[in-house]
């Protein structure tokens, strides 16, 4: 069991920055992948970015590549998404996932995470 914590949403003017953070607690003993995901009103759940265990193989989506980086703090059980020019239409609510499966792997689909956290909300106004 791994749980997942969100935090550092927030409402942000377009071109503003936020930084998320995702604390991971339980059996973090194993390697991990994790992915960002984040889902608009009315919207399908989206592929933000992802992570693998080592740190190495990192992949974003087209809309956000190049606004947005993901980091991680292994010390700390912790990745970050660190998200510049921001654009409205990057309001969703957005989740981190725990990928065990495929701890080496920076994965994209949904369905490949075993575990996610509750959500954080981030709001952009133009």
């Known amino acids: 069991q791994v749980s997942l914590v969100e935090s550092g949403g927030g409402l942000v003017q377009a071109g503003g920055s936020l930084r998320l953070s995702c604390a991971a607690s339980?059996?973090?003993?194993?390697?991990?992948?994790m992915g960002w995901f984040r889902q608009a009103p009315g919207k399908e759940r989206e592929f933000v970015g992802a992570i693998n265990a080592r740190g190495i193989t990192i992949n974003y989506s087209d809309s956000v590549k190049g606004r947005f980086t993901i980091s991680k703090d292994n010390a700390k059980n912790t990745v970050y998404l660190q998200m510049d020019s921001l654009k409205p239409e990057d309001t969703a609510v957005y989740y981190c996932a725990v990928d065990l499966g495929r701890p080496w792997v920076a994965g994209v689909a949904g369905n490949d995470y075993d575990y996610w956290g509750l959500g954080t909300q981030v709001t952009v106004s133009s």
């Open positions: 339980g059996r973090t003993y194993r390697p991990y992948a």
